[in-house]
């Protein structure tokens, strides 16, 4: 019953900013024990975890992307947002936002987002 949408840009620069908003429906991000996150797949390429953010609002990074992550959160408006910093080609990719429940359980997604970093 929840649902989860991603929103933002789909071309982005070279060292410019990627910022998403996911936007969810059905389900709180307040409630307890669920978390927030986002994910990505680029062309021909595995799913990468990004980070997620918790319903306290505590935050946590992949290793090797945590220098240009960061996610925040509105709870007035049950959404939440990611921006990665001074991206490359190599950061192209559809963008998920993904609900998580208990042990690395992934329930819900979004349909995804096509986000290309090209000049």
């Known amino acids: 019953q929840v649902q989860l949408q991603e929103s933002g840009p789909g071309l982005v620069k070279p060292s410019q900013t990627l910022s998403l908003t996911c936007t969810v429906s059905?389900?709180?991000?307040?409630?307890?024990?669920?978390?927030w996150s986002w994910i990505r797949q680029p062309p021909g390429k595995g799913l990468e975890w990004i980070g997620h953010i918790t319903y306290t609002g505590s935050t946590y990074y992949n290793p090797s992307l945590k220098s240009r992550t960061s996610i925040f959160r509105d709870a007035s408006e049950n959404r939440f947002t990611l921006h990665l910093s001074s991206v490359t080609p190599e950061d192209t990719a559809v963008y998920y936002c993904v609900r998580g429940g208990d042990n690395w359980y992934f329930d819900s997604w979004g349909q995804g987002t096509q986000v290309t970093v090209s000049s």
């Open positions: 059905g389900g709180s991000i307040s409630t307890n024990y669920f978390y």
